[in-house]
């Protein structure tokens, strides 16, 4: 038989893990195309050669050209593609994961097809934003009520920690211009969030429309996960831009939040969290290339709770 046309995709065990990798990367404006194994983006003022095998996400902002080559590049190093507006909004495409196992994506839909342990994982949730707190008996009306109510005082103080005019989170996301400056503020940078948490979870393997809190959008999982950190990351820094009256608030937002995570301790966090909520044992359940040394091996499912190998023809009686 003749060979598949085109290179190779490079072995899942030879990419860089979820956690180690850059957050994101925004362009806009540019030609992106491809030079040996990086990416590159040309404007009028020269190339910039961008490492694909690092990138988490890549953010294609308004006035962007993508060449095929730099596509199937992204796609060969597990790194997301988000074509997104104007200022920073909508997801459109992703590449490939970071690995063929779906132990994460079968135990992801295990928790939440079942509504006890959908609730023991949303608790699980809300006791990471409320440490000091017990969870365990809480229904999930109780637990809205409490991240209400956090959610509300964390706006206040930093409202009065920057000096900037608070009233209520309001936005439409067809106009963005259309909202007050510190609402314009937090929208980027929640969907900058929101593109590396997504990032994330694609790399894992996992689903970003089975969510534990959030439901019926095909981003349930990426909410649910993105505001374990908006207390921490978008809120305080979408107050600090506001309070500093810049000119383009959208990009200086986005800016911060890459400058926010760019040491990597962010990735580190949201692959172990992701980790812990989802694994009976997640100190032995490992995630990423290293996991599998043959990922091309394929189970077939048996309801006697077994698995059986795929690629063989089995008699009638042969299980039995």
């Known amino acids: 038989m003749a060979d598949i046309p085109g290179a190779r995709p490079v072995p899942i065990s030879h990419l ?27 404007d ?31 796609a060969e190093s597990g790194s997301t593609a988000v074509w997104v507006g ?27 097809s079942n509504r006890n342990s959908r609730l023991q994982v949303a608790r699980a949730m809300y006791a990471m934003r409320f440490p000091d707190e017990d969870t365990t008996g809480l229904n999930m009306q109780q637990l809205r009520g409490r991240e209400g109510a956090r959610v509300r005082r964390i706006y206040r103080n930093h409202a009065q920690r920057t000096g900037v005019t608070w009233e209520r ?12 400056p510190i609402n314009q503020a937090l929208s980027a940078a929640n ?6 948490v997504h990032a994330v979870i694609v790399a894992l393997g996992c689903a970003p429309g089975l969510g534990f809190v959030h439901t ?38 986005r800016r911060a939040v ?36 043959d990922p091309d091996i394929v189970m077939l499912w048996d309801d006697n709770g077994r698995t059986v190998a795929a690629g063989t023809a089995y008699e009638e009686d042969e299980l039995s």
């Open 44 to 74: 009028a003022r020269g190339i910039v050669h961008i490492p694909a095998a690092t990138l988490g996400a890549l953010l294609l902002g308004p006035g962007t050209n993508v060449s095929q080559q730099a596509m199937v590049l992204l």
């Open 86 to 112: 104007e200022h920073g909004v909508r997801y459109y495409a992703h590449g490939r994961t970071l690995t063929q196992s779906a132990r994460l994506l079968e135990r992801q839909a295990a928790l939440v």
């Open 216 to 253: 019926g959008h095909s981003k349930s999982f990426v909410y649910d996960i993105a505001d374990l950190y908006k207390t921490d990351i978008s809120i305080p820094i979408a107050f600090d831009i506001t309070a500093r009256e810049v000119s383009d608030i959208g990009a200086e937002t």
């Open 191 to 196: 969907t900058s969030l929101y593109g590396v």
């Open 258 to 293: 890459r400058d926010h995570m760019k040491d990597g301790a962010f990735l580190e966090t949201c692959v172990r969290d992701i980790k812990t909520l989802l694994a009976d044992q997640p100190d032995v359940i490992e995630y990423g290339p290293e996991a599998f040394e």
């Open 16 to 42: 860089t893990r979820a956690q180690d990798r850059l957050t994101f990367i925004y362009l806009e404006h540019c030609v992106v195309h491809r030079d040996a194994n990086a990416i590159t983006a040309r």
């Open 169 to 180: 989170r309001d936005y439409d996301p067809t106009d963005f211009t259309g909202g007050t």
